[in-house]
């Protein structure tokens, strides 16, 4: 059975920084692409950011970002752990949101989440 | 960036009627169109992708159609664990994957 398990929100002052760790098992994580979706409270969904499947031949992984991210968040995977990361910094108030991550059907971003997490909230506050 | 527009923002339906919901693209998508259930408190729940396969354990009364820009998802007969918020998202031309800003499924 798949499963997502994220981890490491909280509560974190603007211009903070903070990771998140989204723990998968049930399937052979190298071979999928990732993704981090977020959702602000009583908001729509907002796609954040992408990783493809493990790299195989040891360069890095295909990664992408929406514009309100690039430059500050920075998604990774630890194939040896099967954990997707996303690292956040310079947080701002509009960063609050519950932080979702899905699993693609593919080994290239190019699909949609078919597996979610339960989601970890992040909460950007003074 | 293609925009996702769905309509209406809220649908109310009796159980045991037919919903119908519709999701607009800026530009051609072509195919490549899911559906996401999520209720309240939840996780969303893929329920539809390539505009018309059902995902995996998805009931056969969920069903999609459309192509290009103009697409529908269909409940033949609602159930009660049917009313919840649906989202289209698009994955043609990406970065981003877009979605809707969703429509709110209540009962009448």
């Known amino acids: 059975e798949v499963q997502l398990v994220e981890s490491g929100g909280g509560l974190i002052q603007p211009g903070g920084s903070l990771r998140l760790s989204c723990a998968a098992s049930?399937?052979?994580?190298?071979?999928?692409?990732m993704n981090w979706v977020r959702q602000a409270p009583g908001k729509g969904l907002e796609w954040v950011s992408g990783?493809?499947?493990?790299?195989?031949?040891?360069?890095?992984?295909?990664?992408y970002y929406a514009d309100s991210v690039k430059g500050r968040f920075t998604i990774s995977r630890d194939n040896s752990r099967n954990t997707l990361f996303l690292q956040m910094i310079n947080l701002r108030a509009d960063d609050t949101a519950m932080y979702y991550c899905?699993?693609?059907?593919?080994?290239?971003?190019?699909?949609?989440?078919?597996?979610w997490g339960q989601g970890t909230l992040v909460t950007v506050s003074s | 960036e293609i925009l996702m527009t769905q309509s209406p923002a809220t649908l109310s339906v009796s159980p045991g009627e037919r919903a119908t919901l519709s999701c607009r693209a800026s530009?051609?998508?072509?195919?490549?169109l899911a559906w996401y259930q999520q209720k309240p408190g939840q996780a969303p729940r893929l329920l539809i992708y390539?505009?018309?396969t059902r995902a995996t354990g998805i009931p056969a009364r969920f069903s999609g159609s459309g192509s290009g820009t103009e697409f529908t998802l269909t409940i033949s007969s609602l159930q009660s664990e049917d009313f919840a918020v649906y989202y289209c998202?698009?994955?043609?031309?990406?970065?981003?994957?877009?979605f809707g800003q969703g429509t709110k499924l209540e009962i009448k």
């Open positions: 899905a699993k693609e059907e593919s080994y290239h971003n190019s699909g949609p989440g078919h597996y």
């Open positions: 049930g399937f052979t994580f190298t071979s999928y692409a």
């Open positions: 990783i493809s499947g493990g790299s195989i031949r040891g360069g890095p992984e295909g990664t």
């Open positions: 530009q051609s998508v072509n195919s490549n």
């Open positions: 390539g505009t018309s």
């Open positions: 998202q698009q994955y043609n031309n990406w970065p981003p994957y877009s």
